[in-house]
Structures are given as C-alpha cells and as structure tokens.
C-alpha cells in the first residue's frame, strides 16, 4: 500500500510540548533543513516500510521535495516521493471542476494519507479518499496510524 504523510503538524510539529526526535541534521545543513521530526516517525516509517508499505510525504507547503527528502535522510527515513504545493497544483490543474481539494492523494496513487486536518479528511470523504486524522496532541499517534494501515 502507498501511504503518504503531511509534514506540518504531523511529522514536523514545533509546539514545544509535543516529543521529538533527537535532532540528527548534520551542522552545515540546518541552515536549510532544520526542523524538528515529530518522536516516534522513525520507528513507524520503518514497520510501515518492513510490512512492504510505500512511504510518500503530501504537503501544501511549497518546501523543496529535494530538501524534504534530504532531512528524512537524516533521520535514516527514505521516501519514495514528495508531493509540495507546486507539484500537487501542476498534476491536478488536468482535472475539471470548478472546486478542487486541497491534497488528493489518490490522483498520485495513494491509498492513505496520513495528516493533522479535519478539513483533509472531510475533503477524503467528499473525493473519495482515505485519511486517517492525527492530532499533534496525541502521544499514540503511531497506534491510530498502524490500525488504520491494519483495517485497509
């Protein structure tokens, strides 16, 4: 299964209270790629990768795949894509209608997405997508993740 994962507020959380991965970037790259990975994103990206699972990141953020792909890296974390605005807005501007969703990851051949919205799970609803909502207030965010992997 292809399972992607918004960056902000999900696997970038930068609210003091939420646990976060040890920083692993390198000195000369946190100029560029300095953000802080939400605790437990290694351990789930790799049960999810040893389970044959395909990890892709889907952000609304016009970041550059290259530098998101670099500061995963760091953290041991491969990807095989990553979605940004720019990219999101190029594929799907083939698409008609007059109201688009903010993220739509099944035109990308994603069968999950993972993401802090309400909003991105309604628009999954309405589209036709999954969405399994995580908050950065929750401390079992890698459960819920896992079980909905598990119930698809």
Same mark, same amino acid.
């Given at each position: 299964?292809?399972?992607?994962f918004d960056l902000? $507020?999900?696997l970038i959380?930068?609210h003091? #209270?939420? @646990?976060?991965?040890p920083?692993? %970037? !390198?000195?000369f790259?946190? !100029?560029w790629?300095? +953000? @802080?990975?939400?605790? =437990?994103t290694?351990v789930?990206?790799? +049960?999810?990768?040893?389970? /044959?699972? #395909?990890?892709?990141?889907?952000?609304? *953020?016009?970041?550059? @795949?290259?530098? %998101?792909s670099l500061?995963?890296?760091?953290? =041991?974390?491969?990807?095989?894509? %990553?979605?940004n605005?720019?990219?999101?807005r190029?594929?799907?501007?083939?698409y008609s209608?007059?109201?688009? !969703? *903010?993220?739509? !990851?099944q035109?990308? /051949?994603? $069968?999950?997405?993972?993401d $802090?919205?309400?909003?991105?799970?309604?628009?999954?609803?309405?589209y /036709?997508?999954?969405v399994?909502?995580v *908050?950065p +207030?929750?401390?079992?965010w890698?459960?819920a %993740?896992? +079980?909905?992997?598990?119930?698809?």
């Amino acid at each position: 299964m292809r399972i992607s994962f918004d960056l902000d $507020d999900t696997l970038i959380c930068n609210h003091k #209270e939420v @646990p976060r991965e040890p920083n692993r %970037v !390198p000195f000369f790259l946190k !100029p560029w790629i300095n +953000e @802080p990975l939400r605790l =437990g994103t290694r351990v789930l990206i790799k +049960e999810l990768k040893q389970r /044959g699972h #395909e990890i892709w990141i889907y952000t609304t *953020s016009y970041r550059s @795949p290259c530098l %998101v792909s670099l500061w995963l890296r760091c953290y =041991g974390i491969q990807v095989a894509g %990553v979605i940004n605005q720019n990219i999101h807005r190029a594929h799907l501007r083939h698409y008609s209608g007059d109201s688009l !969703p *903010s993220k739509n !990851p099944q035109a990308f /051949g994603i $069968d999950l997405h993972v993401d $802090d919205s309400e909003g991105v799970k309604l628009e999954g609803k309405k589209y /036709g997508f999954q969405v399994v909502v995580v *908050s950065p +207030e929750d401390c079992n965010w890698t459960r819920a %993740v896992l +079980e909905a992997v598990a119930r698809r």
